[in-house]
Structure formats: structure tokens, C-alpha cells
């Protein structure tokens, strides 16, 4: 398969824009992906800027390595095959102290839906695993074979909110009384015949849809990790640096929002807290007061781009 040409890049002249680029800038982008928003980035910061592209996903880097090196960009990147949550240690080791902008483009590539066979996808019959990296401590199949009843419920609600939760749970039990669960067309079946028919016709998307991203959440700690990296960037960004975030489901957008909702100085502490825990202290402007989203003609050419929401903060 040519990995090259698969995945669109998404709201590519609004990231560019928002970034306000120019030339000798450092940007780190933690989503490398196809390298499709990091061509756009280094175009504007070359020749003097440097891009640092993060991507878990080995085939990630080695795919973006090979265009980038057919365009002779290569020069402006270090690449870091390494999770963007660990900012701190990336940029200790590169011995960068201040960045301009941040990028994160959150979430898979088509290349990783249609390509890696790792599972990512409900209409394929892969093996269970689901991991962006090699080296994560679990993989979807020792979530879906070992999590006790309770704690597979816990996260079909919090991470998919699927309100099937506790009948698909109780399907995935009884089959696994017979046998461990192996695939993704094992799990998508068990889940689609847990989900009354008619119901199951009524809903928006396939029936396996929203278990399949609370899973993938689960896996790769991803809503954690996008707190994590956002308090880390805001530490390392130059004034007026920018963050610029884009999201394709409302867990992720709820995140992004609240932190630049606390980064511009608001208290996002429950309202039963008595005193503020979150030292809300301004540190700068949100940019984008309501998400960007894609063109209704980059949603035709891209339908993957439909769901997606750009959210951008300026440092003080
Ligand atoms: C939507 S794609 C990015 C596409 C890229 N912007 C482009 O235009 O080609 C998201 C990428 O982020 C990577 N990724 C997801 N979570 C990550 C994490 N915590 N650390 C590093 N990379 C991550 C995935 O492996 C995937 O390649």
C-alpha cells in the first residue's frame, strides 16, 4: 500500500494561518502524522526555522521521513518517534528552551485506519491492538479479554458514552466464558447483535462506533495525555507563541477548551469546590472564540475532516 498519498490533511490554511509563522521560528508539531501540516509549516519558517515532528507511530515517521525527503525539507526537522506528552524530555534532549508554536492534530491518520492493521477500524476484521506505538502497556485485546465487568463499563460510558454500555459488557462476558475475544469482526459482531436491532438501525454511525474510541482512548491514555501536553507547551511557548489544537470528538474538544479557558485566567474548578484548586492565573488570550471548522467544500473532499474543531491560544 502507498502510505503517501492516503491521508488529507485537515484545515491546513487555518492551522497556518493561526500560527502567525515566520521565518526562524520553532514550532513543534506532536501529531507528525503524513507530514501534511508540518510541509505548510516549514515552507513558512525555512530557512533558518526548525520543526520538531513527534509522531508514537514508527511507520508515522518513516512514511513523513521519505516526503519530506522527496521535497528536500528534511533539513528543517528533527524527527522524534516518541509520545508528544513527554514535551519536557523531547525538547531537554534536543536543548531547545522556548518554542513559538505548538501544534497537535489530535486523534489517527487514514493511514493508521486503512493501512496498519492494527485494528483501528470497525469495518475491517484485524487483530486487537490499537496502539499508536509498540511499546504501550496495554492493547485492546487485554482490555476487552481481562477488564472486570465494572471497569469495561466505566469506560464504554466515560470514554464512548454509549448508553448500550452494560448489555454490550454483559455480551462480551458471556463469550468470553467460551473463548478470548481475538478481532476487531469478533468485537464489532458481538457489539452490533448486544444493541437491540431496531435501535441499533435508528443510530447515527455504525453500532461499534462509539466502543471502538472509548477503547482506543483507553489504550493510549489519550484524553489524559492532552492536559498533560497542553500545561507542558503553555511553559514552553515565547510570548506570543501560539497552541493551535484540533479535535475530531467532543471528549477531546471539552479538554482543549477548558485548558485555554484556564490558561486566559478562568477558574474551571467543579462548582462544588469551595476555594479554586486550578490556580487560574491569565496567561494569555484565546484566539478562536468559538472552534474553527472545516468548509462545507473541505468536508466534500475530505469527509473524514467533518468532525473536526480547531481551537488556538496566544501566550501574553
Ligand atoms: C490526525 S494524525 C496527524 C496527521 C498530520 N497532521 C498530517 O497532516 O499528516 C495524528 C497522528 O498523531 C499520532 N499520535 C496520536 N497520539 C499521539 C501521542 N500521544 N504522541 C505522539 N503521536 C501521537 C498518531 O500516531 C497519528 O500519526
Known amino acids: 500500500m502507498n502510505y503517501e498519498n492516503i491521508h488529507k490533511p485537515v484545515l491546513v490554511k487555518e492551522v497556518i494561518d493561526y500560527l502567525n509563522l515566520k521565518k526562524g521560528d520553532v514550532i513543534f508539531d506532536g501529531t ?95 487483530k486487537l491492538d490499537m496502539r499508536f506505538g509498540n511499546n504501550g502497556e496495554i492493547d485492546a485485546y487485554s482490555i476487552i479479554n481481562g477488564y472486570s465487568e465494572e471497569r469495561l463499563k466505566e469506560i464504554f460510558y466515560k470514554f464512548g458514552e454509549e448508553k448500550w454500555s452494560g448489555r454490550i459488557v454483559r455480551s462480551i462476558l458471556n463469550h468470553r466464558k467460551i473463548k478470548n475475544i481475538e478481532t476487531t469482526g469478533e468485537l464489532s459482531e458481538i457489539i452490533s447483535k448486544a444493541i437491540p436491532a431496531i435501535l441499533g438501525y435508528q443510530r447515527k454511525g455504525h453500532p461499534a462506533k462509539r466502543i471502538f474510541q472509548a477503547l482506543r482512548i483507553e489504550v493510549n491514555n489519550e484524553l489524559e495525555n492532552i492536559g498533560k501536553s497542553l500545561d507542558q507547551s503553555i511553559s514552553f511557548l515565547e510570548k506570543k507563541g501560539r497552541i493551535a489544537v484540533i479535535s475530531y470528538h467532543s471528549l477531546e474538544d471539552r479538554i482543549v477548551k477548558k485548558k485555554f479557558e484556564n490558561f486566559s485566567g478562568k477558574c474551571v474548578c467543579p462548582p462544588d469546590f469551595p476555594i479554586c484548586r486550578c490556580d487560574a492565573e491569565k496567561k494569555g488570550n484565546i484566539l478562536t472564540k468559538k472552534a474553527v471548522r472545516p468548509s462545507v467544500k473541505e468536508i466534500e473532499d475530505n469527509p473524514r475532516s467533518k468532525s473536526a474543531k480547531l481551537r488556538v491560544f496566544e501566550k501574553a
Request: aromatic content about 6%; overall charge positive; hydrophobic content about 45%.
Open 32 to 126: 507528525l502524522g503524513g507530514a501534511g501540516h508540518t510541509i505548510g509549516i516549514i515552507k513558512a519558517i525555512a530557512p533558518t526555522g526548525k520543526i520538531i515532528g513527534v509522531d508514537l507511530d514508527s511507520q508515522a515517521i518513516s512514511t513523513a521521513a521519505r516526503i519530506l525527503a522527496k521535497k528536500k525539507l528534511l533539513d528543517n526537522v528533527y524527527l522524534v518517534n516518541d509520545n508528544f506528552v513527554n514535551i519536557t524530555g523531547i525538547l531537554k534532549k534536543l536543548k531547545i528552551k522556548k518554542v513559538n508554536g505548538f501544534l497537535f492534530d489530535l486523534g489517527l491518520s487514514s493511514m493508521q485506519i486503512d493501512g496498519s492493521g492494527k485494528g483501528f477500524s470497525y469495518i475491517r476484521d484485524e
